[in-house]
């Protein structure tokens, strides 16, 4: 308020509203009693003027109708002048009944004010920001008669949403020196169809010719749902035009901010994995995570931060952060602060090896959530240091499910990994036990359940971020083998679907996520070498250095035995292998982790390989 008193604008727009307020009381009369006021009309307009002018400009000012910029007016404001205009004549119809008990007094009258002093606040808002739009829009909509090479002309592929946004917010500012000249759409019903006055002018395949005739400096990837191929397909006819092209981040990288050309980045190999939107119970995340305290270990990992955020949208009423990583928990925790605005967040600086704080921890906070995301996850790394894998990934895990059986948590999700099925290196193996240690708590109160899922684009552990540092320094990119395959997801579909499976649960169940179809390895390299404007292997060579340790050419979902049944959601299944015994099988469960233990403690690696053979039968290091 204190700023607006030293804003002139303030003035002005307060003594304009002052004047409708009263043109727009005095309009009501003369439209009620047909241009002709009789002498006790009259006589009534200057009684109540003064009531209603203080009344609307109270109401106004009280529901905030002053801070925004009339430049800026958009249809929330005009909802809230419908708001505010509303609640005003309610309070000066409440104020004449009890005054004057509406003796004499025009019921018709009020409802007019209300009606012109609506299209009369709204109007004079619309006028101003149509005033400063078509001022913008000279800027930047002038026409050069020449084909300058650095111009403003953009061409726009994808005529849907996104599409819509981008061109809204380009003619909304004049900082934005863009020209849009049209759409590209391949679908036929947009044809010959305006956004905002700006031609669909044809398909895809017309962009070529487009950029060559219309003058087109620069190209604009708006394309909110599309699959991997048609992506590259985009991509592709993008490069071949010779001009630079940008795309807007996909919805899902974006959920919390808003789509607009300020987003607009470089393509990478994500957007070349397709887009589809993730469906999302909203409803039924919502009742086991609103206003509920949510525990995330491994939340500065690249699941897990992206977990964090995922949570935060669903408004937790406290989370527990917990990482070994000092660097790692600093991070998110600022990113809580200050970009995601969210504040209730204790930080426990802390491995989950430690059963002592991972009880005390549970006690104090009683977590009724907990996504488990801490783990090692590097193969070689593994199979130099096994005892790693079983102190972190096993015994760790084991610990964080103990605490929250003993603590009375209501869902503990497990987040695995497809190098679980059919394991044939140490991480894999381990992961594998921790979905088995499930069985351990199959008479829990608290529901235990496991995602898994291949790997995530852009995580710390991904190919891709060394495939780009080898291609800045101008190669060779090295590739294992020329036939591996993986499963590949965004981070962000990735820690959606954990949510959502989270849902799911009875108790025991392995969640997989659809990933598609696997991608080749060594396509994937030459990708990100074409992206980079390169050609592989004419600029940049591609060198197979043969399998590491551990590694295997393809990953699988499910493993022998188990029984995949589809859910309710298309990218969510579900598995579940029974034992015949479960207390049987309990026993020996403890009984073998007791000696893994043991031998990861006195550092036997050849102990903890044996043991994990045992307890994961199909664990073939052999591949």
Known sequence: MIHNLRNANFYLMVLLDLIIFVVAF??????????????????????????????????????????????????????????????????????????????????????????????????????????????????????????????????????????????????????????????????????????????????????????????????????????????????????????????????????????????????????????????????????????????????????????VRQVVRFNPGRLILVDSSEANLYGIQMELHHELKYHEYVTVLGSVQDIELMDSTFGQYKPETVFHAAAYKHVPMMERNPWQAVHNNICGTKNVMTAADRHGVDRFVIVSTDKAVRPTNIMGASKRVTELLMRLFHNSETTFMAVRFGNVVGSSGSVVPLFRRQIEKGGPVTVTHPEVTRYFMSISEAAQLILQAGVMAEGGEIFILEMGQPIKIADMARDLIRLSGKEPDRDIEIMFTGLREGEKLYEELITEGEGIVRTEHDKIMVLKAFENDFEAYAEQLKDMLRRMASAADNFDGQGVRNLLHEVVPEFDEKG
Not at 27 to 44: C, K, T
Not at 105 to 115: A, K, M, N, P
Not at 124 to 129: A, C, D, F, K
């Open 26 to 307: 005095y309009g009501a009369y003369l439209f009620r009693f047909d241009f002709a006021l009789p002498d006790y009309a009259g006589v009534q307009f200057m009684e109540l003027l003064k009531y209603t002018v203080i009344i609307k400009f109270s109401v106004f000012l009280g529901l905030g109708l002053y801070r925004g910029m009339w430049r800026y007016t958009s249809l929330r404001d005009l909802w809230h002048i419908l708001e505010a205009t509303f609640l005003q004549s309610l309070v000066l119809v409440t104020l004449v009944l009890y005054k004057f008990g509406f003796g004499g007094f025009s019921r018709g009258v009020f409802i007019i004010d209300w009606l012109l002093t609506v299209f009369m606040c709204g109007g004079i808002r619309v006028l101003i920001r149509s005033f400063y739009a078509y001022q913008d829009g000279n800027a930047i909509h002038f026409m050069p008669e020449a084909c300058p090479v650095d111009g403003n002309n953009v061409l726009i592929i994808g005529a849907g949403r996104a599409g819509e946004k981008v061109v809204r917010e380009i003619m909304g500012s004049g900082q934005l020196k863009y020209r849009p000249i049209g759409f590209l759409d391949n679908d036929k019903a947009k044809r010959g169809r305006t956004i905002h006055g700006i031609p669909v002018l044809g398909p895809l395949s017309d962009l070529q010719e487009l950029v060559d005739n219309k003058c087109v400096n620069e190209i604009l990837i708006a394309v909110a749902e599309a699959s991997g191929q048609q992506m590259r397909e985009i991509v592709d006819a993008c490069k071949q035009t010779g001009r630079p092209y940008k795309i807007l981040p996909g919805m899902d990288e974006i959920i919390n901010g808003k789509v607009g050309i300020k987003a607009l980045r470089d393509v990478s190999y994500q957007d070349l994995l397709g887009r589809s939107p993730v469906q999302l119970d909203t409803s039924s995340i919502s009742e086991y995570i609103s206003g509920k305290t949510v525990l995330v270990t491994g939340c500065g990992g690249s699941i897990g931060s992206e977990l």
